[in-house]
């Protein structure tokens, strides 16, 4: 019985991403498109999630500068917290959590820069807001997402660009984000160092 439930879980995970693919491509190449804008013209990304998605954010900034699968020049890209120690030196009072991460885009954001943001639902405060601070500082909005994005879909703008994985179950969406992410850490490679025959 147990293994028929873990034999399940891999044909779902093996089921959505099959499905994703076609659907997907074209945002994530938007997205490859963006970032590269960002780092060949100077600029910078922030990334930044929330709950198991923070880690995430921290995992695509690590591929940027750290490389993925080749070497090449660090890409400028910097992951946002929102954390404990970052609240400790924070003013108190309400809202000083959901206000985190906006004050960090608005502290380190310039126009021409891009806020990469990863969300299961779409509906967390501090993501909104983060997004809001990143376009009054006339960045660029990369969001990936699931479900129906929530309400971050309603405050992307034409330029933004959106991933968003047609599944309700946040596992399964974060397993197709992991799979995103290597997507685009690969397509910037390939764009910045050239194509592979083979993959590694």
């Known amino acids: 019985m147990l293994e028929q439930r873990i034999q399940q879980h891999f044909i779902e995970s093996a089921d959505l991403k099959y499905q994703a693919a076609q659907v997907l491509s074209p945002h994530i190449g938007a997205a490859i498109q963006a970032m590269l804008a960002c780092v060949t013209n100077g600029a910078k990304m922030l990334v930044c999630g929330s709950g198991s998605s923070a880690a995430q954010a921290q995992q695509l900034a690590d591929f940027c500068v750290m490389g993925f699968e080749r070497e ?13 120690m970052w609240m400790a030196s924070a003013p108190t009072g309400a809202g000083a959590d ?21 969300t299961t639902g779409g509906n967390e405060p501090a993501l909104l807001e983060a997004v809001q601070a990143a376009h009054e500082r006339d960045m660029t909005v990369a969001a990936l997402t699931g479900r129906d994005a929530g309400a971050l879909a309603t405050l992307l703008r034409e330029t933004d660009v959106q991933i968003c994985v047609p599944h309700d179950r946040a596992a399964r969406v974060r397993e197709v984000h992991a799979l995103v992410l290597h997507c685009l850490c ?10 592979q025959e083979s993959f590694l």
């Open 72 to 84: 090449r020049p660090e890409l400028a890209a910097l992951a946002l917290v929102h954390d404990a």
């Open 98 to 118: 959901i206000a985190a991460l906006a004050r960090q885009v608005r502290a380190l954001g310039q126009a021409g820069d891009l806020l990469f943001v990863i």
């Open 186 to 195: 690969d397509g910037m490679d390939a764009q910045l160092l050239g194509d």
